[in-house]
């Protein structure tokens, strides 16, 4: 990443020094080696590098906790919803475990778990 670059991706208002952008420019291509091909990782990787700087490591720590607990809620509840419908679907023959799988976006073996095989 080019400093141009990232001056554009952060705004005009940032709220950074000049050499808290050089540590941002060096943490930006560490993130991008170490994220690859993944463009969403890195830009959450980068994100997080700059709340850092701006605003806080307890304030950052706290909210990316908080997020990933509601993240992980929500997962709990769709397979919850999941297995029912694989319980119902495939108990009624109109599902096959395999195509449910396929469908719910989960290995088959987590469906046949479901299933108490």
């Known amino acids: 990443m080019q400093r141009y670059e990232l001056e554009a991706w952060l705004g005009d208002d940032h709220g950074l020094t ?3 952008l050089d540590e941002l420019l060096g943490q930006a291509d560490e993130i991008n080696t170490r994220a ?10 980068l994100t997080a590098a700059y709340r850092l700087m701006s605003e806080g490591a307890d304030t950052v720590v706290a909210d990316l906790a908080q997020r990933r607990a509601a993240a992980r809620a929500a997962e709990l509840d769709a397979l919850a919803g999941l297995q ?11 599902a096959t475990e395999a195509g449910f799988a396929r469908q719910a976006g989960v290995d ?7 299933l108490g095989k």
Not at 36 to 45: F, K, N, V
Request: hydrophobic fraction near 30%; charge should be negative; glycine fraction near 10%.
């Open 108 to 114: 088959r073996m987590t469906v046949r778990k479901w």
């Open 84 to 94: 029912q419908v694989a319980l119902t679907l495939i108990g009624s023959g109109d």
């Open 36 to 45: 690859g091909d993944d463009h969403d990782e890195a830009r959450e990787a």
């Open 18 to 20: 000049e050499s808290q």
